[in-house]
């Protein structure tokens, strides 16, 4: 992943020195002991990235298996994508959160494939970079520019995150392809009253294609439903690991999935879209 970094304050390439990453006019990146390296430069924005507690449920709720259909089907379609069949494609996760659906396209691309997890929570960055041994973990923030050279991603992954098209386009190879996981109407509906869930509006496929229609060409659209049969901890994980965790405490959520469903579990299905794109031009 190190050629495709970028300094983010003079666009220099990168090379490691020592614990550091560093660009030839001598601007230096740490890599923490946290296993990531801060390409965050300036005047920072405040971003609210993921919480402990909510990186915690995340790690839980994968590990356990529970999104293994998605996580599946985008290693198959990376698989497939013609960046799978150049020597040592980079597949980019933006808002990777714990790097569970990266470290599962990596496994199923050749062994050069390199992956690089991208997100502002300390707690997700941590997890990410220890989810799979060609993982690099970096902190940008999504909406700014992006520390990556020009078409050096095969693979742009985009699984209930942040969107900034302009930056997707540049750092996408003019081959590459765009992989965005959206909810659908419905999702997680059987939480929603008795959890009180908030936010996770489902985006409408005709308004992202719209966002991003000059840069991208819809290439193909899936649904993709998931029948889950969850304990009230695993609802709670589900529902702390999404917007909810910014809102509500783990122990709210516990109180109100133990009065739903008292000793029993759970059915809920997670409805969603899996859209690839092709860049324009
Ligand atoms: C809903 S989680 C999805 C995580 C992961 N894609 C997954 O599906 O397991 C969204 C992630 O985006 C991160 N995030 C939020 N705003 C961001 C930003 N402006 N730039 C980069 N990451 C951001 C959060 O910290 C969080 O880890």
């Known amino acids: 992943m190190l050629p495709v970094l970028r300094c983010p304050v003079c666009a220099g390439a990168l090379h490691r020195d020592g614990d550091a990453l560093r660009c030839h006019p001598g601007h230096g990146f740490d890599l923490g002991r946290g296993g990531y390296v801060n390409l965050r430069t300036g005047r920072v924005r405040r971003v609210a990235g993921d919480t402990a507690a909510m990186v915690a449920a995340r790690e839980s709720f994968l590990g356990a298996g529970h999104y293994q259909p ?28 714990t790097g ?3 470290a599962g396209v990596l496994a199923a691309l050749p062994a050069g494939a390199a992956g690089i997890a991208v997100d ?16 690099g973990a970096v902190a940008y923030d999504a909406a700014g520019p992006w520390p990556v050279a020009d078409g050096g991603v095969g693979v742009l992954l985009d699984v209930f995150a942040p969107r900034n098209p302009a930056e997707m386009r540049r750092v996408l190879r003019p081959d590459g392809l765009l992989i965005v996981v959206t909810p659908e109407p419905g999702h997680l509906a059987e939480l929603r009253g008795p959890l009180g869930l908030v936010g996770m509006q489902p985006d409408k496929g005709d308004r992202l294609d719209e966002r991003i229609a000059d840069r991208f060409a819809p290439a193909t659209v899936e649904r993709l439903d998931i029948p889950l049969v969850l304990s009230p901890g695993e609802a709670v994980d589900l529902a702390l690991m999404g917007p909810t965790g910014h809102h509500r405490t783990a122990e709210d959520l516990r109180h109100r999935a133990d009065a739903a469903w008292p000793g029993r579990h759970a059915a809920v299905t997670a409805r969603l879209a899996v859209r690839c794109y092709r860049p324009r031009g």
């Open 120 to 135: 502002v929570s300390k707690y997700a960055l941590r997890r990410a970079a220890r989810a799979h041994p060609r993982i």
């Open 100 to 102: 569970h659906h990266l």
């Open 70 to 97: 998605l996580t599946s089907r985008l290693a198959e379609l990376a698989a497939a994508s013609p960046a799978a069949g150049r020597s040592g494609p980079v597949v980019l996760e933006i808002g990777a959160g």
